[in-house]
């Protein structure tokens, strides 16, 4: 025959090269030299944050996780840049699908775009790259009417929740997480509660928001208010 098939199945990556000799009958016999290059083979790479989350709460940590298709090393990033401590995080499982997880602090508010990128331990593999999972990193923050007042006068406090479509509660606490009042429902990212003061000292207050079912619970950071003690009148 003048055809011949050589058929195989590749198991190393890179280009192979191999001797090909034919002979007929008593002629003299011949030989070629070819080589054949094997792609390495494909890999999936796809990130969640947990429960499919799409919202983050600033400055509070939260755990990305990657489901991989081969072992290797996940390089986790935001906005195309490694993440601190996150730029190469081995896959743990012992079987497909593999997975790798990174702790993140978001330092920014906003869309936040994140994504991953796997090098698989064997060269047979091709790296990959997930899609963008975009995250909106929601923040809450206070205000007071007065930073000073009287044992028995009235404060409204005022919470603000970035962005102005959440909805849900605030509620204002002191550093020991007493409940000092609780806002209604938010109206435009804000709402008010009246908090009426009933010891004197110097009393951090903070804001909590409840989130809901789009946007992650939030606190804000605290701020000091002066609460005076009554004046005797001797």
Same mark, same amino acid.
């Given at each position: 025959?003048?055809?011949?098939?050589?058929?195989? =199945?590749?198991?190393?990556?890179?280009? #192979?090269?191999?001797t090909?000799?034919?002979?007929?009958?008593?002629?003299?016999?011949?030989? *070629?030299?070819?080589?054949?290059v094997i792609? *390495?083979a494909?890999?999936?790479?796809?990130?969640?944050l947990?429960?499919?989350?799409?919202?983050?709460?600033y400055?509070?940590?939260?755990?990305?996780?990657?489901?991989?298709?081969?072992?290797?090393?996940?390089?986790?990033?935001? &906005?195309?840049?490694?993440?601190?401590?996150?730029?190469?995080?081995?896959?743990?499982?012992?079987?497909?699908?593999?997975?790798?997880?990174?702790?993140?602090?978001?330092?920014?508010?906003?869309?936040?775009?994140?994504?991953?990128?796997?090098?698989?331990?064997s060269?047979?593999?091709?790296?990959?790259?997930?899609?963008?999972?975009?995250?909106?990193?929601? =923040?809450?923050?206070?205000?007071?009417?007065?930073? *000073?007042? /009287?044992?028995?006068?009235? +404060?409204t +406090? /005022?919470?603000?929740?970035?962005?102005? *479509?959440?909805?849900?509660?605030?509620?204002?606490?002191?550093?020991?997480?007493? /409940?000092?009042?609780?806002?209604?429902?938010?109206? &435009?990212?804000?709402?008010?509660?009246?908090?009426?003061?009933?010891?004197?000292?110097?009393?951090?207050?903070?804001?909590?928001?409840?989130?809901? #079912?789009t946007?992650?619970?939030?606190?804000?950071?605290? /701020?000091?208010?002066?609460?005076?003690? +009554?004046?005797?009148?001797?």
């Open positions: 025959s003048s055809t011949g098939v050589i058929s195989g =199945t590749p198991t190393t990556a890179g280009t #192979s090269s191999f090909v000799t034919t002979a007929s009958g008593g002629l003299t016999s011949s030989a *070629a030299s070819l080589s054949i792609s *390495a494909s890999t999936t790479t796809s990130i969640a947990p429960s499919s989350a799409t919202t983050a709460t400055n509070s940590s939260v755990t990305i996780t990657a489901t991989v298709s081969q072992p290797g090393n996940v390089d986790f990033k935001v &906005g195309g840049s490694s993440i601190s401590g996150c730029s190469a995080k081995a896959s743990s499982s012992s079987s497909a699908p593999y997975t790798a997880t990174c702790s993140w602090t978001p330092s920014s508010t906003g869309t936040l775009v994140l994504s991953a990128t796997l090098t698989p331990t060269a047979n593999y091709a790296s990959s790259n997930s899609s963008n999972l975009n995250i909106y990193v929601n =923040t809450v923050s206070f205000t007071s009417s007065a930073s *000073a007042t /009287t044992v028995g006068k009235d +404060l +406090l /005022t919470a603000t929740v970035d962005p102005s *479509a959440a909805t849900g509660t605030v509620v204002f606490k002191d550093s020991s997480s007493n /409940t000092l009042c609780t806002t209604g429902s938010l109206s &435009g990212g804000t709402a008010n509660c009246v908090w009426t003061t009933t010891s004197s000292g110097t009393i951090a207050v903070h804001a909590e928001y409840s989130g809901d #079912s946007y992650a619970s939030s606190q804000s950071s605290s /701020t000091n208010i002066t609460v005076n003690a +009554l004046q005797t009148i001797s």
